[in-house]
């Protein structure tokens, strides 16, 4: 078997579990409004369901990181897979937002299992000159979940409900659970170890040594804060400007993705074209691009258009801070990344709450231009010190 036909076997094995992964992660982002009024609470408080998710998800990688390196990792996301299934199907239960709240935290731990680790996965397989390739058709399983989940949950809430979106997200989960199951026999059995918690902490404070490793790793908590925390406001700023409601969020949600799918089938001829500084700067331009569009839409295709671009631009920078991170520690990669994660998703769980004050003292067309020129700011830096460069920046 060629090493590109492992590549792509590997990732058809974890593909559907990534995909459930990803899927929860934007599922209540156009719900923002019904969810408030359904369970009792405000606007404010339903918003708090995406920090939930992502704060549980960051504080779990430190964890979950070296444990994958010393037990497995495809062990380890099974188990956590089959968590989420279970999980979801709680969610759909909740009698109040509070409950709701705390369920979509554990969801956010079950979840942080999986793309992580797919991650640190795959490029233990992948040769490093085809690396970015490869974790690109990888990431693009994660953005249709994003996709799903985007905008499938505000276009399905009308008929089926938002119980009825949690327990078909639990379904996707559990054929990701059973796709592993099955397909994990043909790869054989992973050697295990044992997770030492001293040697896991000791290796952290390696990282964090490297120059390197310290920029990506700000780099992307601040992507993760400015892109993701504007999202749960997409369907209250529609409606306040009265160009549309949950629907076209989750639509432009989804546009977000269609962007990000647009980069992963691109990737390798624009990385030939333009190399790696290069696209990540075009990426940070792209950014601003689509927050101006945010920020002054007349209509609603205006917005969606720009979450489209949006997605194109982040992942260009964000694509290129992973491929990076997974060639920092060749020896520890699942803790590498778990790290990568901890960041992004520590980020997108102060953006909300970081989005929702320049919402509440600048106004949205202040907020939105603030988020694009801060993205271009670190694309800049990105681009020019070469961070994203192999042997970079050490």
């Known amino acids: 078997m060629t090493s590109d036909s492992a590549v792509r076997r590997l990732i058809a094995l974890v593909a559907l579990a990534v995909f459930s992964g990803a899927l929860v992660t934007r599922l209540t982002d156009p719900l923002v409004a019904v969810l408030a009024h359904d369970l009792g609470g405000t606007t404010a408080r339903a918003a708090l369901l995406a920090s939930a998710f992502a704060l549980p998800f960051a504080l779990i990688q430190p964890i979950l990181g070296p444990v994958g390196d010393a037990l497995g990792k495809r062990r380890v996301m099974t188990g956590a897979v089959g968590l989420l299934t279970v999980l979801l199907i709680a969610c759909s239960t909740a009698p109040d937002l509070n409950t709701l709240i705390v369920l979509r935290a554990l969801t956010g731990l079950a979840a942080g299992g999986l793309t992580p680790l797919a991650i640190a996965l795959v490029a233990d397989t992948a040769p490093a000159h085809g690396r970015q390739v490869a974790l690109s058709r990888l990431v693009a399983f994660a953005i249709s979940g994003q996709i799903a989940g985007g905008s499938f949950s505000g276009l399905l809430e009308p008929y089926i409900g938002w119980r009825g979106v949690m327990l078909g997200a639990s379904a996707v989960a559990a054929a990701g659970f059973v796709s592993l199951i099955l ?199 990105l681009g020019r010190a070469g961070f994203t460069r192999p042997g970079g920046a050490y």
């Open 183 to 381: 397909g994990g026999r043909g790869f054989g059995s992973e050697p295990r170890g044992h997770f030492d918690p001293v040697r896991a902490f000791a290796g952290y404070l390696q990282l964090m040594r490297l120059p390197a490793a310290r920029i990506l790793y700000f780099s992307v908590a601040v992507e993760g804060g400015f892109v993701f925390g504007s999202f749960p406001y997409f369907a209250i700023e529609l409606q306040h400007r009265g160009i549309g409601a949950t629907a076209e969020a989750g639509l432009a949600v989804a546009g977000f993705g269609v962007g990000g799918l647009l980069y992963a089938a691109l990737a390798k001829r624009v990385l030939q074209w333009m190399g790696q500084d290069r696209m990540v700067l075009l990426g940070g331009i792209l950014c601003l691009t689509a927050y101006a569009g945010f920020a002054f839409a007349p209509i609603a295709e205006v917005f969606i258009g720009s979450g489209l671009v949006l997605g194109l631009g982040m992942f260009m920078i964000h694509n290129s801070i992973q491929t990076r991170v997974t060639e920092v520690a060749p020896h520890a990669r699942g803790t590498a990344v778990a790290l990568h994660a901890f960041h992004f998703f520590l980020g997108q769980t102060a953006g909300p709450v970081v989005f929702g004050e320049l919402l509440r003292h600048a106004g949205s067309r202040l907020a939105f231009l603030c988020g694009g020129i801060c993205l271009l700011a670190l694309a800049g830096m």
